[in-house]
Structures are given as C-alpha cells and as structure tokens.
DNA sequence: CGCCGCATTGATCTTATTCAATCTGAGTGG
DNA sequence: CCACTCAGATTGAATAAGATCAATGCGGCG
C-alpha cells in the first residue's frame, strides 16, 4: 500500500484520501499483471475522445468521470474511489472523461491484452460483462435519483451511498468524508453548487447533520436523512455508487 | 418476419410498430438458437426482482424498461426496438422491469446457455461485453440530457434520436412515429404530461414540428430542432436511444 | 496583510409542477 | 346509429422549487 503520500502545496491535497487495499475484485484477480500510474490533483487519466487503450483500476485517491454538454454544462457520471474499475465499456474511444481529484494511483491494464487474456481464459469475457453490469446498475440508480427527485432527496441519497459505501469497507458509516467540492457535488446530482450549499445547510439546521469544514459530515441522524433521501419508507432503491 | 398482425380491440394495438427484420446484431448471430415469446400490449416480460433467467432480443413490438422508485414515480430506462436486447446486465435478478407497449414478440436466450455457451465461444463473452456497454453509454446520455437540460431541450433531442433511429433503420428521419403515451415520454425524459404536451405544442407553433393525432411527428425544422436539443452547435453528443 | 478559491447566504426570477378544467377519439352499449 | 364513457391529451392559472444574480464569509497561501 502507498504510504500516505508527500504533502503536496496542493489545495486539493488535503482532500486526499486515506490509501485503501484495493478490494479483492473478481475481476482484479484474474487481470494479468497490470502497471502503475500516478496522476497528481487535477489532471486527466484519459479524456473523452482519447483512444481507450487502458482500463484502471483505482489503487488510492480518487477520480472523477464526467462528460460535459456543448454548452459546458458538466455531468459527473460516478466518483471512483479505491478498487473501482474506470475506462471499462469504453469501446473504441472514451465516452468520458477522468479526473483525479487528489494524487492517484492506478494499476492499468491494457485493452489489448485484456482481449488476448479472454482467449485463454473463457471466464474473463463474463467477468468484464458483470463489471460492467454493475456499472450500468449504477448508472440507472444515479438516473432515478437525478431524474425525479427533490435536490433534499439527492443530497440525502448520496449522503447515504457514501455512508453505506464507508460501511462496506469497514469504516464509520456515520463520519463521511467529501474528497469532493461542492461544485463536484452539484455537478453530479444535476445541481447548482448554491442549491448543494443551501440543502447542506437545512440538513445540519433540521439536525441530520453536523458539518465541519465542508469536507466531514457527520450523520447525526441516519433514520430521518433515510426518509429525507426516498420520502416515504428509509429502506431500498436508493442511489448507489459503482463501487 | 411476422405479419404485420391480426387486429385486435388493444387500445394500445393501433401503436404497433412495423415489424422489422431484426438487425443481423454481432451477439445474436453468435448466440444459440433462441425460443419466440410472444407478450401482448400492457403486458411484463419480466419485472424488477425476478430471477434473471433469461435475456431476450426484441423482433417486433416495442417494450419499454422502467424502474420505479418507492414513491410510485416511475422513470424509463429504455423503449427497446426490434433488434434490441433487453435484460442483460442483470446479475441474478433483473434491476427493472420490462412492459410490452404492444403485441411484442422476443427471441429468448437462457443466461445459464450463455454462460455455457462462452466457455466455447471465447469471443462471447466479450461480444455480452460490448452489448452492456453500449447500453451503459446509452444510459449516460439520458443522464446528461436528464439531469442538466430544460424540456425543450429534452424533448427536441429525444426527438432527434428517434429521428436517427428511424434513419440507422432506413426509413424516413423526419416521419416519426411515436408508439408511446405522453405518460411514456414524461417519465422517460424526468418531466410532467402536462411539460410534454405544452412543449409538443411549442414546438408546433413554432413551426419546429407537425402534429396529428399524438401519434405521428412530422419534423420540418430539423436543423433548429438541433438548437432546441443542444443550445448551441446541432451537433454531437445528443441522447441516445440505446439501439 | 491581502489575495484567491471555495463556500455560504440573500433576493429575485424563471421554469416546471401542480391543480383543475376541457377536449379528443375510440370503444361500448342501448 | 348515437349517446355515453373512458383514457389519453391539451390548455389554463396558481404555486413552488431551483436557478440565477449578487454579496459576503472563510481559510490557506503567497
């Protein structure tokens, strides 16, 4: 594991993330040996057009993938965090592109031998549509959150997505904290950063929340930001982030 | 190919699309023979939670794949075409659910066959690959026109990719039948009946599109359809139907 | 100290939703 | 055959939610 890494001047540096294991993925296991790559803070993995050539895997920091309209508007599509998969289902160029939004490091891996690997190996072809699978799932819930539902509703859900995501890897489910500004927030939840700023707001003012330095929230109540996120009963078909 | 078929008193019947030869699509030439299905209007080929035995490639009708959220608010995912798969990317039981809008008929393939049939095939499981990733390029271009963009602009490129559609098929880019309810429409494009209609009518009153009986578009601005959709260049990265 | 990026807060305005009424066409039954 | 019904579509008026415009606050870094 990299040890956590050379303070940088970096603005951005103190939203590094802690250096996690990569999660033991199915598909990891069964890549050949991928290369290291680190990106620092705010520069590209790939951008959308680029030849994809590679895919990654996330070793630690994190990264944003987001497609922007003519217009400039700008949608983030997921928030890669240690052990997600990135520049998979891209088929002959990236349809997105990949921001590091801290220092990052990733082992990549390249498409060709990717190919090459599935002659040998029957299983990996079905490994790579599952992976992939798990993307689309993922790309349905965000669209349900950000289709329908009320910026409270957005906020809420993905309060909880980091939540429950911290749980799966074994850290406080009620301590989250955001490597991501509120413009990378909003930009995702099809927002504006004033309406992301004023929900936080009314969270920590109903008591939801506490808020420390825009970057730890703390879930002081996980039950009401439940019914906050699906009004109505706190329990499934919340967003969920590719993990 | 099916003869365009026996009338029934279906409300829904009249909405019947012409029955196409399915597209000669990379994975269904490379799968084993599958079994017809035949499901009639208003009628499920399968719903969210049912175990994923089987995916299907739709010959004729048109079935619309929808996820609900708790609250009852429904969003479409996809209306898939002849040609189209549905139900992949489903791990162990479908995330959505799938209603035939018509009399529909489907090729059905069981995953256990498929997963039989890639330890064979090698190039199978990256052809399942490449079938889920064009579906999850497709869902982030609903996410950007969902998330970011007014309901002109949803409408006009909803509108234009069906207009593509049309033409990748080889029939008129500037005929567009709808065979979905304005109930279809809003909930596939995040917007209320009532934003449709008023916006269907925008657009007629501005001389952007005809109108008869809800049923069949006729475009006759398509080059400011394109502003509509994109305020800016008529070009690129516009919605599109996953097809 | 003062700049700069980011976040917060306030006031106003735009847009889509909501509520409600009307309209249309297709199927139904007298 | 015609009135009736019903589902879907359209239109209008009032409302609410978020965007936009604008100002201020905060914290780190030069």
């Known amino acids: 594991m990299l040890a956590t890494s050379h303070h940088t001047t970096e603005t951005a540096q103190r939203r590094n993330l802690p250096a996690l294991p990569p999660r033991t993925d199915d598909l990891t296991s069964s890549l050949p040996e991928g290369k290291s790559r680190v990106v620092s803070a705010k520069e590209h993995v790939y951008r959308e057009g ?16 987001y497609r922007v309209l003519p217009d400039g508007r700008r949608q983030i599509i997921n928030f890669a965090y240690p052990g997600d998969f990135i520049g998979l289902g891209a088929l002959r160029e990236h349809a997105a592109s990949a921001l590091a939004g801290a220092k990052t490091r990733l082992k990549s891996f390249p498409v060709a031998g ?10 990996l072809g079905l490994r ?6 798990e ?13 329908h539902r009320s910026a409270s509703e957005r906020l809420a859900a993905f309060l909880l997505a980091l939540s429950r995501r911290n749980g799966r890897r074994g850290e406080s489910e ?39 330095q825009c970057i730890l929230v703390t879930i002081r109540d996980l039950e009401a930001l439940g019914m906050a996120a699906g009004s109505g009963v706190p329990s499934e078909q919340q967003l969920k982030l590719a993990s």
Chains 1, 2 share one sequence.
């Open 114 to 123: 990717l190919h090459e690997s599935a002659r040998h190996d029957t299983t």
């Open 50 to 65: 680029d030849p994809a050539t590679h895919v990654y895997c996330v070793e630690a920091g994190h990264v944003c993938i």
């Open 135 to 147: 993307q689309l799932a993922a790309a349905h819930d965000l669209l349900m959150t950000v289709s």
């Open 174 to 212: 009620c301590e989250i904290v955001l490597p991501m500004t509120r413009t990378d927030i909003a930009d995702f939840l099809g927002l504006t950063i004033e309406t992301v700023s004023r929900t936080f707001t009314k969270f920590r003012v109903e008591g939801l929340i506490d808020l420390e």
């Open 128 to 133: 790579l549509y599952t992976a992939v699978s």
